[in-house]
């Protein structure tokens, strides 16, 4: 599918910039989210998706997720770092960082795999269109349809490609797997958020990674083979 979108010497430098094994993963996280899709319309995950949100509501009342009620409140919270306000307010921030340093042409990237991914994501929804859990309370108001994640998939590709912008940019080795934990670790919280509120099915979430990093890694890869193909070099440090 990558080949046949892109001119045959883009392919080429994207196979030597991201390399067969990046290409490989890539895509095999790219299936996964279509099997999952899959076996979501066919109905298959009904039975592991209900088993989790079941396991985080109290016994004998649905509306009660478990755990203390600081916990709530602490989700509540979290949740928000997925949401379209706080990822567009920090998309805009880092973009006008990089606009500053004249740093266009990564400034643009961000813009086209932020922009681009949210397109995507609505776009998923549409086309699958699947219920959102009635099982549980919700404890969040939603209105979209819930597969797959959108603050899932949103923040899988704004934390991830942040992180690894940062990350090329700090010269220190420990710094830049930090920088790369933070992104893992917040795109994590969010979407766990989402299934402890009751808003999404777990598949939903799995789904919304997936997919999310796919895209993440895939705009990245093309990105650094268009720019070291027409511009003699990769993003700058």
Partial sequence: MLKRSLPRNVYAAAVEVGGP???????????????????????ETRR????????????????????????????????????????ALVTLMAIGSLLALR???????????VGGGGALSALLKMGYARPRPELVA???????SSFPSGHAMNSAITYLTLGVLLARAVPDRLLK????????????????????????????????????SAWAGACWIVAEALRSRYAGGAFSA
Avoid: C, N
């Fill in 103 to 113: 740093k266009r042409a990564e400034a643009l990237f961000i813009a086209v795999a």
């Fill in 48 to 87: 592991f998706d209900s088993r989790i949100l079941l396991a985080l509501r109290q016994p004998g009342d649905l509306a009660q997720p478990v755990g203390p009620h600081w916990l709530q409140s602490a989700m509540l919270d979290l949740t928000a770092l997925g949401g379209g306000t706080v990822l």
């Fill in 138 to 144: 919700h404890l969040v108001e939603v209105t979209s």
């Fill in 177 to 212: 797997i930090y920088v790369l934990w933070v992104g893992v670790l917040l795109t994590l919280i969010v979407g766990i958020s989402r299934v402890y509120l009751g808003v999404h099915w777990p598949t939903d979430v799995l789904a919304g990674w997936a997919i999310g």
């Fill in 21 to 43: 094994a990046a290409l490989g993963t890539i895509s095999l996280i790219a299936l996964l989210f279509v099997w999952l899709g899959s076996e979501v319309g066919e109905g």
